[in-house]
């Protein structure tokens, strides 16, 4: 594997965001149960992390069709960007804001 340079900061941040993105589900839900907008359960939990993991899983297809070079990058992005904000998210839940 190539080492990482100055040239792959675009990818490895297309990849954040995407990570970031594909958290929204996630946290959307977490907020609307939380704030008592929404009654929580089982089946919109599962459907929250469907929604991610799809968004997440068509996103990745898409970039290894577009720019295939560049897949390992935006993966590592990816994941970088959805534990940043699990961890995010396990903070807020943690202090009770949310």
Known sequence: MPQLGPIHAPALVGGVL???AGFAPLIAVSMLVR???????IAK???????SFS???AALALV????PQDILV???GVLGGFLIMWTA??????SRRL
Do not use: C, E, N
Not at 45 to 51: D, N, P
Not at 89 to 94: C, F, W
């Open 18 to 20: 995407l990570g970031i």
């Open 45 to 51: 939990g599962l459907a929250a992390v469907a929604l």
């Open 35 to 41: 704030s008592k907008r929404m009654k929580g359960s």
């Open 74 to 76: 935006v993966t590592i």
């Open 64 to 67: 290894w069709v577009v720019v």
């Open 89 to 94: 998210l396990a903070v807020m839940s943690m």
């Open 55 to 57: 968004f997440l899983m």
